[in-house]
């Protein structure tokens, strides 16, 4: 058996998380973009998701096109689900 194309076992369970890389830099960029989710309004008719990845894309331009989407929507979604907690306490 070719254990070369095999996913690596960390215990009972394999490693669900992909693009190490976005997670390297996922507390910075969360620093960029963050306030834009507050108020959740379109800026000057723009979407808010758009500004988001247009920040992300000029803060790391090294970063592909779907980088850029994986990572804003990561922290939207992060974003979303604290406030849903804020809001439920």
């Known amino acids: 058996m070719d254990t070369q194309t095999e996913p690596q076992q960390h215990g009972a369970h394999s490693e669900r998380r992909h693009h190490p890389h976005l997670r390297a830099i996922y507390p910075d960029a969360c620093r960029h973009i963050e306030h834009l989710f507050h108020h959740r309004?379109?800026?000057?008719g723009s979407p808010i998701d758009y500004l988001a990845?247009?920040?992300i894309h000029e803060a790391y331009p090294q970063l592909g096109s779907s980088d850029v989407r994986a990572l804003v929507g990561?922290?939207?979604r992060?974003?979303?689900a604290r406030t849903k907690t804020k809001i439920a306490h």
Do not use: K, M, T, Y
């Open 41 to 44: 309004q379109d800026w000057a």
């Open 53 to 55: 990845q247009r920040h």
């Open 74 to 76: 990561a922290i939207e």
């Open 78 to 80: 992060v974003h979303q």
